[in-house]
């Protein structure tokens, strides 16, 4: 942290720019993220979704295609770029395994029985069409809880996750209540830790590190179904926070296809899958 801070700062004075831009691996260091954006020495501070070397992948055709080819790109608006598994895919997938299950119509019905099992206390996994492209889980291959209660990330860690019980769990807010609970307004690719708030520590409990301090990820309508669940479990509990992690377990990459999903489902004690636009429970 020393000796990147010393470069931002060199940097700063060297090219007199309001703005930076994190890459490499050494970006996948959430905390050095933070103290940079809270060091105030640039305007924004950015760190893309895959700062690991497979972001050469996307981030060599944005540099021809911006500064050599002379035209210009817009801000991708999510990290959803895997391929992008139809519900057909997924039933598919269900038939094949022998699982059963409901379908939800449309997004309203599907999201608010998401977040009405989560307030239920169900530890839930989210599948939903292309994967990240980084190494954080953002939405689509996610597990969720209720944060609301110190020892869920216990039972999280004990049913499902299986790694070091020092090791904190990532905080989901809305966008428009992320200043409420933490010090930062924007972290869409969850690659900043904050300092959580006093009201953050009180409401909200699993997700906050001993350090006090939280790995958050703001989240917007370019994000759904995890907009409409959020936005769902707030309206239910006045709370606008959910605990996320990846869709694995220690060990395990991050699930890919439906059939990855509904064997991890499976193999561990989550209580409910919501393949797509399906609900599979044990």
Do not use: W
């Amino acid at each position: 942290e020393d000796a990147a801070m010393h470069y931002v700062k060199k940097l700063k004075k060297i090219t007199g720019s309001k703005n930076i831009c994190l890459t490499g691996g050494v970006a996948l260091n959430s905390c050095l993220n933070g103290l940079i954006k809270r060091s105030g020495i640039y305007e924004s501070v950015f760190a893309g979704p895959a700062t690991h070397d497979g972001g050469h992948g996307i981030g060599a055709p944005l540099y021809y295609y911006n500064h050599i080819s002379e035209q210009k790109s817009e801000k991708i608006s999510n990290d959803f770029l895997g391929y992008p598994y139809t519900i057909e895919d997924c039933k598919n997938a269900a038939k094949d395994l022998g699982v059963s299950f409901k379908e939800f119509k449309d997004n309203k019905s599907l999201t608010e029985d998401i977040a009405d099992s989560l307030v239920n206390q169900k530890i839930i996994a989210v599948f939903s069409k292309g994967s990240e492209f980084g190494p954080r889980a953002l939405g689509h291959r996610s597990i969720v809880v209720d944060p609301r209660t110190q020892g869920m990330k216990d039972t999280l860690n004990a049913r499902v996750k299986f790694r070091e019980a020092y090791r904190p769990f990532a905080p989901i807010v809305l966008k428009e209540h992320a200043l409420d609970y933490f010090e930062f307004e924007e972290s869409e690719y969850m690659l900043f830790v904050a300092n959580a708030t006093e009201k953050a520590i009180k409401e909200v409990p699993a997700t906050i590190h001993v350090d006090g301090t939280a790995r958050m990820q703001t989240v917007t309508d370019d994000n759904e179904p995890f907009y409409s669940m959020l936005n769902n479990f707030y309206r239910l509990t006045g709370v606008p926070v959910l605990l996320n992690t990846s869709f694995n377990i220690a060990g395990e990459p991050i699930v890919e296809t439906p059939e990855d999903a509904i064997k991890c489902f499976l193999g561990t004690s989550i209580d409910i899958l919501y393949l797509d636009f399906l609900k599979i429970e044990k």
